[in-house]
């Protein structure tokens, strides 16, 4: 079955380091994927997605994520981050097939700090 | 911009009541889907449909039903809430895409209900 990891449930970094959230899929072809996140009482707004192509994708919000096959992860970075970024964030497949259908992962909270 | 609509942004019921959530969109996509939202489990997929009056069941459909007579209009009904269904409901919506997934899923601001 398919499924999403997300091995850090909340992370805290200080106003202005890099940050990294984690994501690990588990499927049997390579899947379309997807980073979203959700402010506080907030729908979920899409940051970035992977279809095919280069394995480095970039997004909204000075995000962005790579892709690596080999290690079955497709995790988030950005270099700087800022107070407004702190959210919960969440890391979703889908197969590719026209239903659109998403798996999603447990999510990452972060909590920055001025 | 797409904009997909949540009828509710909180909602508290009894035990037993029969309720309904409503999902608007006006972007004339064929998907739209239902997830329920609860801490540490991430969204989980209740329900989802690709056309009117078409639907299949998701992943926790027991205790669900839904409706879509109009392609902008998906609705979720609770039959008979129960308190294990106070959670956040979010409803999306995506193009039936083609070439096959190439497509991404806009989310409501989520309905937070409370059974009570």
């Known amino acids: 079955a398919q499924s999403v990891t997300q091995p850090d449930i909340h992370i805290t970094v200080s106003e202005g380091a890099s940050l990294e959230l984690r994501c690990n899929y588990s499927?049997?072809?390579?899947?379309?994927l997807f980073w979203y996140v959700q402010s506080p009482g907030q729908g979920l707004q899409l940051l970035l997605k992977?279809?095919?192509?280069?394995?480095l994708v970039q997004g909204i919000k000075g995000f962005e994520a790579e892709f690596k096959r080999s290690q079955s992860s497709f995790n988030l970075r950005k270099p700087s981050v800022h107070w407004s970024d702190a959210a919960e964030y969440f890391c979703?497949?889908?197969?590719?097939?026209?239903?659109?259908?998403?798996?999603f992962g447990q999510g990452t909270t972060l909590q920055v700090k001025p | 911009d797409v904009k997909v609509t949540q009828s509710s942004r909180y909602l508290v019921k009894r035990t037993g009541e029969k309720v309904f959530l409503e999902c608007v969109q006006d972007?004339?996509?064929?998907?739209m889907f239902w997830y329920r939202q609860d801490p540490g489990l991430g969204l989980r997929l209740i329900y989802f449909s690709y056309d009117v009056k078409m639907k299949e069941k998701g992943d926790i459909p027991e205790g669900y039903s839904v409706s879509r007579e109009k392609k902008e209009r998906f609705s979720l009904i609770l039959e008979s809430a129960s308190t294990n269904q106070t959670s956040m409901y979010l409803c999306?919506?995506?193009?039936?895409?083609?070439?096959?997934?190439?497509?991404?899923?806009?989310f409501g601001q989520g309905t937070r209900l409370t059974v009570v």
């Open positions: 992977y279809f095919s192509g280069d394995t």
């Open positions: 499927y049997g072809a390579t899947p379309y």
């Open positions: 999306a919506s995506s193009l039936f895409a083609r070439p096959r997934g190439n497509t991404e899923a806009f």
């Open positions: 972007m004339d996509h064929e998907n």
């Open positions: 979703a497949v889908a197969r590719p097939s026209n239903t659109g259908k998403l798996i």
